[in-house]
């Protein structure tokens, strides 16, 4: 049997590769000085991790980063061929492979700078390694009292010829809340941090710390590579920073779905679980496939915007497993027609922003939460153009 038309889904994310290529374009017009590297982890935010990395790479982003060894695999698997930054590695991982891949590694102590090392020996090839260091975030990162002991411990391992230390990193904790004390604490802790590399004899390829809110607000944090995030997929990284039309962004996301059911109910009729939502007289009530199995935020219940019938509506009542409730007051529709529950905003649909503001959350997690069994459907693909990078 031929697989459904994208028409005949349920519900789909559809991804529009051309708002990623523009997004990298716009970023990195925002730091002309330095190399992007485009975030692909979390299956590129939810976007799909090889359609949007070919993309990035098409717009030139010259890295891709992602968290897991798995994701960076399978660039490699795909055919990517260039510089590609992992860092989320836990004892075990997959550190020869990783090497024999010719990803970048990342180490923030001794335990990983040691498996590394191990993992170079047994693929018989030098380990591409970054250093991380924790300005300021208290999350991954080599504290700064350990720093010395691990640039030493590095450098011993690149004489050796087991390592090549091409990185020196770290993450900005406030970027998106711009003035934030913390920003210049962590500019300075990451500047002597390069101090003491230097002082140890590292001369790393990139030195790299701002996100996707430093690369749009903060030049003097781009030194050789910038690290966006969602915003290359067209999220802003926060209010205070802009929305994503005022910083020159698409979002590349459109989650629609069909309407399973209409149906007219009268008045004082319970709706969902629970009957936290009660009709206050007849009306039509709408069925969207979807619920909290999609990704769809359950705490979405009674507050989650949806465009139905060419009008914004709210979840009426509770978000359930598989679908939730629109009521349409006086308005009809019927089984089959549309819902958008969120796009770029540009023709009165919700955004992703809009269903953070309504649920207490970021933009990152709406996008990244719709699940797997959200089929993708990719618009603006670029064959043509397709580069994977260099080796």
């Known amino acids: ?24 374009r716009a970023l990195r017009a925002r730091a002309p000085g330095a190399a992007l590297m485009a975030v692909v982890k979390a299956d590129a935010y939810g976007h799909g991790l090889l359609p949007c990395a070919r993309a990035a790479r098409q717009a030139g982003a010259a890295w891709l980063g992602t968290a897991t060894p798995e994701e960076a695999l399978a660039l ?26 010719g990803v970048d590694v990342a180490a923030s102590g ?23 260091v924790d300005t300021g975030l208290g999350r991954n990162g080599c504290p700064p009292a350990d720093w010395p002991d691990l640039v030493a411990a590095a450098r011993a391992a690149e004489s050796e010829g087991t390592v090549r230390v091409t990185g020196v990193w770290s993450h900005f904790a406030c970027a998106d809340e711009p003035g934030h004390p913390s920003i210049a604490a962590q500019l300075d802790a990451f500047r002597e941090a390069l101090s003491v590399a230097g002082r140890a004899g590292l001369d790393p390829e990139v030195r790299h710390l701002a996100n996707s809110p430093a690369t749009l607000t903060l030049p ?51 709706v969902s679980y629970g009957h936290t939502y009660t009709t206050p007289g007849e009306t039509t009530l709408a069925l969207v496939p979807a619920g909290y199995a999609d990704g769809i935020p ?14 914004p509506r709210t979840v009426a009542g509770r978000v359930a497993m598989d679908q939730f409730v629109v009521d349409l007051g006086g308005d009809t529709a019927e089984a089959g027609d549309e819902a958008v529950l969120f796009g770029p905003g540009d023709r009165g ?10 649920v207490g959350s970021i933009g990152y997690e709406i996008v990244t939460r719709i699940g797997a069994r959200v089929p993708r459907v990719y618009a603006g693909e670029d064959p043509a153009g397709e580069t994977q990078g260099e080796a």
């Open 110 to 132: 001794r335990w990983a700078l040691d498996e590394a090392v191990a993992g170079a020996r047994a693929a018989g090839r030098t380990a591409r390694v970054q250093l991380k």
């Open 76 to 101: 490699r698997a795909a055919g990517d061929r260039g510089p590609v930054l992992c860092w989320l590695w836990t004892p075990g991982g997959p550190w020869r492979e990783a090497v024999e891949a």
């Open 220 to 270: 003097e944090s781009h030194f050789d590579l910038v690290r966006p995030g969602v915003s290359v997929y067209g999220l802003s990284p926060s209010p205070e920073v802009g929305s994503a039309a005022e910083l020159g962004l698409r979002p590349a996301m459109t989650l629609r779905a069909s309407l399973a059911q209409v149906k007219r109910v009268p008045g004082g009729h319970g």
């Open 1 to 24: 049997m031929p697989p459904p038309s994208a028409e005949a889904f349920r519900v789909r994310a559809e991804i529009d590769l051309g708002a990623v290529r523009s997004n990298v």
């Open 298 to 311: 359950r705490h979405a219940s009674g507050t989650g915007p949806v465009l139905v019938a060419g009008k």
């Open 349 to 358: 649909e919700p955004t992703a922003e809009d269903w953070a503001r309504a």
